[in-house]
């Protein structure tokens, strides 16, 4: 898909430095430029600028609750006046157990306004959770100041579980901003905690990433350079991405506030049902820049081909789709392509990128055409990429003012992060697009530390064998883990897609399952597919660490928990076998 000929970009180009010892360096030719000193440095250049435009807005009734660039201000103020008041500070946050919400984002802008780390924790630690063991994990390293739920009644058994109460924003907004909060925003710095964002990993313990106001600020600066065309007119985003994970409450949030645009909040969800409501507000709400994980686009699709009203709305004023998370299926990109020739005559750019928690989060980032999805780009401006040599791959590491100084109250995991470079090791793996021409960017090889041996002695790239599994096996598998560690061919343990396969006996499933090996099993090679599958019965548990609140699979955790499964499925003649 062509890039939109109306947006600037930057040109495709990087810096190449090969070192003896095999390791290859990559740089963005272009230097950081200067960037803000805080997040609440943008919230009053707009206010200045455009007071009265909607920054932020969500559903009320059949309406819109709309909060202007003036009254974030003013809210943000009372409110960040309101924890000085409390005894908030640097060591006492505040957490929020809550969705995504007006509330939420007047919250957290209060805080950071004043130094007050603010923690968005996983709603799904209070409402999905039996044992609440992670939230009180959290709870017993964070220590916060004070705690918030938008819906108490909702969180009751798990604030009992933390002994915590919840205080609502209208109390904080009850109070005038004074001095002490003119003083307090005077001294922030760069290198202020802006928020404290948890992100389980594969051990299943949540780590408190520290994310500063110069991760936050110079990395939208890095957007702003790549991407020149979100400065050239006022953005305009449907968002449901969970503000407690880094890209919808880094890139997308500070995207719109960096650049004055106006954010809609989507209560709906990748999910049976809630995909509704997100379709509900793309009927309304024409966005210029779209962003989701390819199992929102899977569900949104079949609503785009069938729906012509909601259809024009969603691509009336559509510059730019962006999927995060993971590639895209492409046979998803192809429809979407499809539907953009259709309405737009094909002048719609298909952009993504890639980092993590600790990256703020965007360390590489796609910026010129693609064909296909799977690239995510070159270096930022400000951030460099080490390339590694590592059982096969490239290992991929990242230094830059957009990485994470460390882990909260963690100086252990901090230390283990970091190489002897200061290097973040992040433990994925890339490869070049096109080895000889490296401009072309990088494509996303899946993690290292998911990787593994045959008994042959021969390695398994689990990422890349992940997603073309579920591709072949489009749509009924919807996720996969997979197997054969010191073991003579590879398995995979499926999780099949309920929507998908709720009219189909468990022998066409077995059968369709059965045609994904064979698809698979034409490319050759024992190492490259999986030569038999078992379908579970049972959903990844997010109690058992084997699932996150965004839907993203974690390999060891299931492979661990589910060990007997993984022998039955190796107990059995090659093929599809059920857990149940």
């Known amino acids: 898909m062509r890039l939109h000929t109306r947006l600037r970009y930057a040109p495709a180009e990087v810096n190449v430095e090969k070192r003896a010892d095999g390791a290859v360096i990559l740089r963005s030719p272009q230097p950081l430029k200067p960037y803000a000193r805080a997040v609440g440095d943008w919230l009053l250049h707009w206010y200045e600028r455009a007071p009265d435009r909607t ?13 202007s660039y003036r009254d974030a201000l003013s809210d943000a103020r009372r409110i960040g006046q309101a924890l000085l008041n409390l005894g908030l500070d640097a060591n006492k946050p505040v957490a929020i157990l809550s969705d995504n919400s007006v509330d939420h984002a007047l919250l957290a802008l209060g805080a950071m306004h004043v130094g007050v780390p603010v923690a968005p924790i996983s709603p799904a630690y209070s409402l999905m959770s039996k044992d609440f063991a992670r939230l009180k994990y959290i709870f017993e390293l964070l220590k916060p100041g004070l705690v918030f739920a938008a819906e108490p009644e909702k969180f009751a058994l798990a604030l009992a579980a933390i002994g915590a109460t919840s205080t609502p924003v209208t109390r904080l907004l009850e109070v005038n901003p004074g001095s002490t909060l003119e003083v307090a925003f005077s001294r922030l710095t760069p290198d202020t905690i802006a928020k404290i964002l948890f992100t389980s990993g594969s051990t299943g313990t949540p780590k408190g990433v520290i994310n500063t106001h110069r991760m936050l600020c110079s990395n939208q600066q890095s957007w702003a350079q790549l991407w020149p065309f979100v400065e050239d007119k006022p953005l305009t985003l449907v968002d449901w991405l969970p503000w407690n994970h880094t890209f919808g409450g880094n890139a997308c949030f500070n995207m719109i506030l960096r650049n004055g645009g106006t954010l809609y909040i989507d209560g709906g969800k990748p999910a049976p049902g809630l995909i509704d409501t997100t379709a509900k507000n793309l009927r309304e709400i024409s966005p210029t820049m779209y962003f989701n994980v390819p199992r929102g686009f899977d569900l949104l699709m079949p609503m785009l081909e069938q729906d012509a009203a909601l259809r024009r709305s969603f691509f009336r004023e559509l510059d730019m789709v962006f999927y995060a998370g993971a590639a895209l299926p492409q046979n998803l990109w192809e429809r979407l392509e499809k539907l953009a020739v259709v309405e737009k005559g094909g002048a719609l750019a298909m952009l993504s990128a890639w980092g993590s928690t600790e990256t703020a989060p965007m360390a590489s980032c796609v910026h010129y055409p693609i064909e296909r999805a799977g690239v995510v780009g070159g270096p930022a401006p400000g951030c460099e990429l080490k390339l590694l040599p590592s ?32 290097y973040y090791c992040i433990g994925d793996a890339m490869k070049f697009a096109d080895p000889a021409a490296p401009e072309k960017g990088l494509v996303f090889d899946g993690r290292v530390a998911e990787d593994f ?52 006996s468990n022998e066409k499933i077995k059968q369709k399952l059965s045609e994904a090996l064979t698809i698979l099993a034409r490319e050759g090679g024992s190492s490259t597919h999986p030569a038999r599958l078992l379908a579970m019965s049972e959903p990844p548990q997010i109690d058992g660490n084997e699932i996150t609140d965004k839907g993203y699979i974690n390999q060891r955790a299931v492979l661990e928990r589910r060990t007997a499964l993984v022998e039955k499925l190796y107990s059995n003649s090659p093929d599809v076998v059920f857990a149940g």
């Not at 920054?55 to 909060?67: C, H, L, Q, S, Y």
């Not at 003579?488 to 499926?494: D, Q, T």
């Open 55 to 67: 920054f932020i807005a969500e559903r009320k009734g059949e309406g819109w609750r709309r909060v």
């Open 391 to 422: 059982g096969g791959k490239l290992e991929v590491r990242v230094k830059g003012a957009n990485v994470t100084p460390g882990y909260f109250r963690r100086g252990d995991l901090t230390k283990a992060a970091f190489d002897e470079e200061g």
């Open 453 to 504: 041996k045959l008994t042959t002695g021969t390695w398994v790239h689990t990422g890349t064998i992940r997603v073309k599994l579920i591709a072949a096996g489009n749509p009924i598998i919807q996720d996969a883990v997979v197997t054969g560690h010191d073991r003579n061919e590879i398995g995979a343990l499926v999780f099949l897609n309920p929507s998908a396969i709720k009219d189909l």
